[in-house]
């Protein structure tokens, strides 16, 4: 892992810096934000490192620690890979690139929300502040210098955006009617929320703003086949896959710990996150890469050729 964060820090500043258009020109400046992600990759690896070496420093109730642990370990696992991989593609061109590293930063700035507004105070606290800023202000710059139009010229006519932008919005008004229920339940008939009611308010309170306004807005655009529908449907369904599971990996914790009886949540969540990780996986195929690789070479080419006529 250390030795992969390396070669990307290698490539954002020997390599390409740059995403290029079909038209063969570059896109705005990228390298900023490409540095800061190296970064963030960074503060993430430490962070989930600490927190499962030093699992006694969480001083939350034994099932949120145990939500921590299963979080901690995606994080490692799957997060850190796929933002570096995302990353990695994105500083050489590939649309699909692009996206999945937009989704991971995205996803980054959701999943260090929860971390601080949900985990009580630890020495961990400045690993929650840093990373969730510089996602943030990653995640503002890159989408600032992404050339839209490219990105959706790159999709296949043929792609099915009705099927995947209508099951993203199936999807997040489903998890906002869950928890406008629960909320509405609890408030108005007196029966109890399935935690905590503060820690309920916080899960709801960030699944409703963020993942299930991402995964509806992106999947209405993507429906319409607005140039930026692909993007923020990229984004929501990366997010989403990722969030997803974490739950799922959270509910064998559960299990494991004897906090739930067998099946517990697995079932739904991990259906769940099959079904959201393939309509991602779909939306990202249909999307083509030889474009951007070609401007690339069509580009290194007319340099060549102007190096030689001087």
Not at 70 to 84: E, K, Q, R, S
Not at 186 to 201: L, N, S
Not at 223 to 249: D, E, H, K, M, P
């Amino acid at each position: 892992m250390t030795f992969f964060i390396g070669r990307l820090c290698a490539s954002v500043n020997t390599g390409v810096g740059r995403v290029w258009t079909a038209q063969g020109s570059a896109m705005p400046e990228m390298r900023t934000p490409y540095r800061l992600s190296v970064t963030l990759a960074v503060l993430m690896l430490v962070q989930a490192l600490l927190g499962l070496l030093f699992q006694q420093q969480y001083r939350d109730d034994e099932w949120i620690t145990a939500a921590w642990f299963g979080n901690d370990w995606v994080t490692l696992v799957v997060g850190i890979p796929l933002l570096a991989a995302g990353l990695a593609f994105a500083a050489r061109g590939s649309v699909r690139g692009l996206l999945l590293w937009l989704g991971m930063i995205g996803y980054a700035v959701y999943n260090y929300a929860y971390y601080l507004f949900g985990a009580t105070l630890n020495v961990f606290f400045l690993l929650y502040v840093v990373p969730l800023v510089l996602s943030a202000v990653t995640l503002i710059i890159a989408l600032s210098r992404v050339d839209i139009g490219h990105v959706a010229a790159s999709f296949r006519s043929a792609t099915p955006v009705r099927i995947i932008g209508g099951y993203l919005v199936f999807v997040g008004l489903g998890l906002a009617s869950v928890w406008i229920a629960m909320w509405a339940s609890y408030v108005f008939a007196g029966r109890p929320t399935p935690v905590a009611p503060e820690a309920f308010k916080l899960v709801a309170a960030l699944d409703i703003s963020i993942m299930a306004t991402v995964l509806g807005l992106g999947g209405i655009l993507l429906w319409q086949r607005q140039a930026w529908g692909y993007v923020v449907a990229a984004i929501a369904g990366i997010q989403g896959s990722l969030y997803l599971l974490v739950l799922s990996v959270n509910s064998i914790i559960a299990i494991h710990r004897g906090l739930a009886e067998t099946p517990g949540e697995l079932p739904m969540w991990g259906s769940l996150a099959i079904l959201t990780s393939a309509a991602t996986l779909l939306l990202l195929v249909n999307a083509r890469t030889d474009r951007s690789r070609f401007a690339s070479r069509r580009m290194c080419n007319r340099r060549s050729e102007y190096t030689g006529h001087r």
